[in-house]
C-alpha cells in the first residue's frame, strides 16, 4: 500500500501534541483532581485566560475532567500523557546519541 498523507486521526494526534501548551497541561496532570492554581504556578509563560482556553479545549477534546476548577486527566489524556513521555524519552535517546556521534567525528 502507498501512502501519500497521514491518516485523519494521526493529524488529529499530532495537532494536540505538537501544540505546546496542551502537552505542557498534559505533562503536569495525573488522574488525581489538581487545583488550578495549583496548575496556574506550575506551568509558567501562559496567561491565566489562556490557561483556562486550552484546558477547556482539553475538556472538549476528551483529554481533561473538570470540576469546579479542579482538573484531571481522563483516561485518553492518561492515554496521550504516556505517549508523550515515551515521545521526550525517545528525543533524549536520540540527542545523547547525535552528541555522541559529533563528539566522535570532531576528535
Same mark, same amino acid.
Given at each position: 500500500m502507498v501512502m501519500r498523507d497521514l491518516n485523519i486521526g494521526t493529524k488529529a494526534g499530532l495537532a494536540v501534541i505538537s501544540d505546546k501548551w496542551y502537552a505542557l497541561i498534559l505533562l503536569n496532570l495525573? @488522574?488525581?483532581?489538581?487545583?488550578?492554581?495549583t496548575l496556574r504556578t506550575d506551568l509558567r509563560g501562559i496567561s491565566t485566560f489562556n490557561l483556562l482556553?486550552?484546558?477547556q479545549e482539553l475538556g472538549e477534546l476528551g483529554l481533561v475532567y473538570?470540576? @469546579?476548577?479542579?482538573y484531571r486527566l481522563t483516561l485518553d489524556g492518561q492515554y496521550l500523557q504516556q505517549m508523550l513521555t515515551n515521545l521526550s524519552a525517545w528525543g533524549d535517546r536520540q540527542l545523547t546519541r547525535s552528541v555522541a556521534l559529533h563528539?566522535?567525528?570532531h576528535q
Open positions: 495525573s @488522574d488525581q483532581l489538581e487545583e488550578f492554581m482556553l486550552k484546558l473538570t470540576k @469546579d476548577y479542579h563528539q566522535e567525528h
